[in-house]
């Protein structure tokens, strides 16, 4: 969203505010840092291991009387968190129309991905505008009886986000970061290893299916033992710090790292030979930068990328993890088919895109 952010300050006509919930309070800090954005209002209400219940009962709570003093002409959400889901019912209680950016993803199975299927289905039910990142997207909306001009295809801005910080400089501290990685422990024969990049913290992958993941990354470590580095920075949800570091935690070619920022993050990315995650923003970042994913999930809301031949989809199972991730680290065809695809996901202009949709909008 900061790229939207961004855009809009620069408007003329425009008075825009930032209201965050701090859903996830250690990673919205950093990228607001990066980006420059001072949050207008600061709910904080990111509690340890709280349940849905009690953050969506907060989100109601806390935000209701801002809407109501404030009485903007938009609230304008990203994406389908629970503060999504959320704060798109409260601006329709109150009758603010609501612009949902990041819309018409479905994977059409309620339960993957969880809670989040159903979180952006309810915010695309009372949005009055659609920005969809896709022409699939657009589909997904007609298909679910959204007027055509309600819709506008505008890339999705997390590629504008990204080109600008990819753009930006690295960093000592990055350097450092990617030298002790790659170097400790030393390669056998002094060659620079492969960096592969791990993400896994989705809540239809806590307990088996998320030691599956391990398993597989455990034999994936073993079998290129001096040939490729793992790093994988471990969501602070105890259901994945507890099992990652348990099982992965003793592998020397595995890296376990607290959550990074975002620059380090990128920068990481661009040095990276592939991706395994089971993120839903990765399967469009990671491409951006040239990146192949394999996605860790059973189905993606997502398929451009699965189209495009940027992204594939091995689920939870461990073996076809192994075999997906070796199919790429040993045949040089299959992974420059992956690493040259073009990424589906937008050119870097979708925040300009949806400011003046905003701006052009009528009822």
């Given at each position: 969203m900061?790229?939207?952010v961004?855009?809009?300050?620069?408007?003329?006509?425009v008075?825009?505010l930032?209201?965050?919930t701090?859903q996830?309070?250690?990673?919205?800090d950093?990228?607001?840092n990066?980006f420059?954005?001072?949050?207008d209002?600061?709910?904080?209400?990111?509690?340890?291991?709280?349940?849905l219940?009690?953050?969506?009962?907060?989100?109601?709570?806390h935000?209701?009387?801002?809407?109501a003093?404030?009485?903007?002409?938009?609230?304008?959400?990203?994406?389908?968190?629970?503060?999504?889901?959320?704060a798109?019912?409260l601006?329709?209680?109150?009758?603010i129309?609501?612009?949902?950016?990041?819309?018409?993803?479905?994977?059409?199975?309620?339960?993957?991905?969880f809670?989040e299927e159903?979180?952006?289905?309810?915010?695309?039910?009372?949005?009055?505008?659609h920005?969809?990142?896709?022409e699939?997207?657009?589909?997904?909306?007609?298909?679910?009886?959204?007027p055509?001009?309600?819709?506008?295809?505008?890339?999705?801005p997390?590629?504008?986000?990204?080109?600008?910080?990819?753009?930006?400089?690295?960093?000592?501290?990055v350097?450092?970061?990617?030298r002790?990685?790659?170097l400790s422990p030393?390669?056998?024969?002094?060659?620079e290893?492969?960096?592969?990049?791990?993400?896994?913290?989705?809540?239809e992958?806590f307990?088996?299916p998320l030691?599956?993941?391990?398993?597989?990354?455990?034999?994936?470590?073993?079998?290129y033992?001096?040939?490729v580095?793992?790093?994988?920075?471990v969501?602070?949800?105890?259901?994945?710090?507890e099992?990652?570091?348990?099982?992965l935690?003793?592998?020397?070619?595995?890296?376990?790292?607290?959550?990074?920022?975002?620059?380090?993050?990128?920068?990481?990315?661009?040095?990276a030979?592939?991706?395994l995650?089971?993120?839903?923003?990765?399967?469009?970042?990671?491409?951006?930068?040239?990146?192949?994913v394999?996605v860790m999930?059973?189905?993606?809301?997502?398929?451009?990328g699965v189209?495009?031949?940027?992204?594939?989809?091995?689920?939870?199972d461990?073996a076809r993890?192994?075999?997906?991730?070796?199919?790429?680290l040993?045949?040089?065809q299959?992974y420059?088919?992956?690493?040259?695809a073009v990424?589906?996901y937008?050119?870097?202009?979708?925040?300009?895109?949806?400011?003046?949709?905003?701006?052009?909008?009528s009822?």
């Amino acid at each position: 969203m900061a790229p939207v952010v961004y855009t809009l300050s620069k408007t003329s006509g425009v008075d825009s505010l930032v209201c965050v919930t701090a859903q996830h309070r250690q990673m919205l800090d950093q990228v607001t840092n990066l980006f420059g954005i001072q949050p207008d209002i600061d709910l904080d209400l990111m509690r340890p291991d709280q349940s849905l219940a009690e953050l969506t009962a907060a989100i109601f709570t806390h935000l209701d009387p801002i809407l109501a003093k404030l009485r903007p002409d938009w609230v304008l959400l990203q994406g389908d968190t629970t503060t999504v889901m959320a704060a798109a019912l409260l601006a329709y209680y109150h009758r603010i129309r609501v612009g949902h950016v990041e819309a018409g993803l479905r994977t059409g199975d309620k339960w993957q991905p969880f809670p989040e299927e159903i979180n952006r289905s309810v915010a695309g039910v009372v949005a009055d505008l659609h920005f969809a990142p896709t022409e699939w997207a657009r589909q997904n909306l007609l298909r679910e009886n959204v007027p055509d001009e309600r819709i506008v295809v505008t890339g999705n801005p997390v590629i504008d986000a990204l080109q600008y910080v990819a753009s930006l400089p690295s960093t000592p501290e990055v350097e450092a970061l990617f030298r002790k990685i790659c170097l400790s422990p030393q390669p056998a024969d002094g060659a620079e290893p492969k960096l592969i990049l791990i993400t896994a913290h989705r809540r239809e992958n806590f307990g088996a299916p998320l030691e599956n993941i391990c398993a597989g990354l455990r034999e994936v470590a073993e079998t290129y033992r001096d040939q490729v580095r793992l790093v994988y920075p471990v969501h602070l949800n105890p259901n994945v710090q507890e099992p990652v570091y348990r099982l992965l935690g003793d592998v020397p070619n595995i890296t376990l790292l607290p959550p990074l920022d975002y620059l380090p993050w990128v920068h990481l990315i661009k040095r990276a030979t592939l991706m395994l995650t089971d993120s839903g923003g990765l399967q469009e970042e990671a491409p951006g930068l040239g990146v192949p994913v394999l996605v860790m999930r059973e189905v993606t809301e997502r398929p451009e990328g699965v189209q495009a031949g940027t992204v594939r989809l091995v689920g939870t199972d461990a073996a076809r993890i192994v075999s997906e991730t070796r199919r790429l680290l040993d045949d040089p065809q299959a992974y420059a088919e992956m690493a040259h695809a073009v990424n589906p996901y937008g050119d870097g202009h979708a925040a300009a895109r949806i400011v003046k949709a905003l701006l052009e909008y009528s009822v």
